[in-house]
């Protein structure tokens, strides 16, 4: 086991899970529980941390989520759903209501 993602933003260290899961990596959030009062000031042992469950995943995790987070979002006009008439924020290949693939 080891930590490939602290954060004090729980939604952001379950994201990235979701992202190592897609790839295929065991993972699982350590202090996924453990919510700090706002009076105390949090420390590094007490933050939810994304970890991978095998060592050897490591890199390959590391990899992943850098190439996630160095991904530039695309700032593109919305567009029209052909199939459902939906419109879609620019930055989507395909809509987010049925899943048709943005047509080129």
Same mark, same amino acid.
């Given at each position: 086991m080891r930590d490939v993602f602290l954060n004090h933003d729980f939604? %952001?260290?379950e994201h990235y899970k979701g992202i190592l899961d897609e790839a295929g990596i065991p993972s699982f959030? %350590?202090?996924?529980s453990s919510l700090n009062v706002l009076t105390q000031m949090p420390d590094n042992t007490s933050l939810p941390a994304l970890c991978v469950t095998n060592d050897e995943d490591y890199d390959r995790a590391i990899e992943v989520l850098r190439a996630f987070i160095q991904t530039p979002e695309s700032t593109g006009p919305d567009w029209k759903c052909a199939n459902c008439g939906e419109t879609v924020p620019g930055n989507f290949d395909s809509c987010w209501?049925?899943?048709?693939?943005?047509?080129?």
């Open positions: 939604t %952001r260290v959030v %350590r202090n996924e209501k049925c899943g048709t693939a943005r047509a080129t």
